[in-house]
């Protein structure tokens, strides 16, 4: 069990029920935080509350479309009633185009990548710093990726037009909310074994492990220990960061 030092606080992730938010989930339970799970997968989220649960954690999951607004001003607020506040934010749920070239996607792909991956950001982000600034401060962690800073493959054109976009608002939410005590930081995982990562037809995982540095794809949990550290006091003199956990790809 991690050390409690989220003991007594009130977290929320979106897109918590698989990956690596569940991780995300898993992680800041383990040190003591009530985390609310939102996401659109019923079973798969009261599935995690229930590990977090039997782990001797505080959790709860609330059903939640992420794009769309009245539902996500909806999540808030129960969080709110229920709790008096929100700590921790993981920004997290996210939608990765099918691959094809950027002249055969359509505009209802479009729509989905930046409603899912941008917008609903701006959204939580809209909600989130109020709330945390009213009750003294907080912490945000919004999930983009390597993505974002550079294109590893064709195909993936919005996707990773969205997670540059993300990146850059999170930058500019970082500056304006820092002196009001919510901190916004972003962690940029790179090839990351999730369901998102194993579905984007890149064929060969062993050829993709073996061209990073590490020479392995990263797993969810290591991920969600560095989203754990941006929510901490540890790291508290971190604001607008981009932490990538890529294995070293962004060296290569």
């Given at each position: 069990m991690a050390p409690q030092e989220f003991s007594g606080k009130i977290a929320l992730v979106t897109g918590g029920a698989t990956g690596i938010g569940r991780a995300a989930s898993l992680a800041l339970a383990a040190r003591g935080a009530t985390v609310t799970i939102a996401g659109r997968r019923t079973e798969a989220g009261k599935a995690v509350v229930e590990e977090?649960?039997?782990?001797?954690?505080?959790?709860?999951?609330?059903?939640?479309?992420?794009?769309?607004?009245?539902?996500?001003?909806?999540?808030?607020?129960?969080?709110?009633?229920?709790?008096?506040?929100?700590?921790?934010?993981?920004?997290?749920?996210?939608?990765?185009?099918?691959?094809?070239?950027?002249?055969q996607q359509s505009d209802a792909v479009f729509d989905r990548v930046f409603d899912t991956n941008l917008r609903a950001v701006f959204h939580c982000l809209r909600l989130q710093i109020p709330l945390m600034a009213a009750a003294?401060?907080?912490?945000?962690?919004?999930?983009?990726?390597?993505?974002?800073?550079?294109?590893?493959?064709?195909?993936?054109?919005?996707?990773?037009?969205?997670?540059?976009?993300?990146?850059?608002?999170?930058?500019?939410?970082?500056?304006?909310?820092?002196?009001?005590?919510?901190r916004i930081n972003i962690v940029a995982p790179g090839r990351v074994?999730?369901?998102?990562?194993?579905?984007s037809k890149i064929m060969d995982m062993e050829a993709v492990a073996a061209g990073l540095p590490i020479r392995r794809l990263g797993r969810p949990e290591e991920v969600a220990e560095a989203v754990a550290w941006l929510a901490s006091d540890a790291a508290s003199f971190v604001v607008g960061h981009v932490l990538c956990t890529d294995g070293g790809f962004m060296t290569l």
């Amino acid at each position: 069990m991690a050390p409690q030092e989220f003991s007594g606080k009130i977290a929320l992730v979106t897109g918590g029920a698989t990956g690596i938010g569940r991780a995300a989930s898993l992680a800041l339970a383990a040190r003591g935080a009530t985390v609310t799970i939102a996401g659109r997968r019923t079973e798969a989220g009261k599935a995690v509350v229930e590990e977090i649960r039997a782990l001797g954690g505080t959790a709860e999951f609330r059903r939640t479309d992420v794009t769309d607004l009245g539902a996500l001003e909806a999540l808030h607020r129960g969080i709110v009633a229920d709790h008096g506040r929100l700590d921790i934010a993981f920004d997290n749920a996210g939608y990765q185009e099918p691959r094809a070239p950027l002249p055969q996607q359509s505009d209802a792909v479009f729509d989905r990548v930046f409603d899912t991956n941008l917008r609903a950001v701006f959204h939580c982000l809209r909600l989130q710093i109020p709330l945390m600034a009213a009750a003294g401060g907080g912490a945000i962690v919004v999930n983009a990726s390597v993505s974002g800073l550079r294109n590893p493959n064709p195909g993936l054109s919005l996707y990773s037009a969205s997670k540059a976009a993300v990146i850059s608002l999170a930058k500019s939410a970082a500056m304006e909310a820092a002196e009001t005590g919510v901190r916004i930081n972003i962690v940029a995982p790179g090839r990351v074994a999730t369901e998102m990562m194993l579905g984007s037809k890149i064929m060969d995982m062993e050829a993709v492990a073996a061209g990073l540095p590490i020479r392995r794809l990263g797993r969810p949990e290591e991920v969600a220990e560095a989203v754990a550290w941006l929510a901490s006091d540890a790291a508290s003199f971190v604001v607008g960061h981009v932490l990538c956990t890529d294995g070293g790809f962004m060296t290569l």
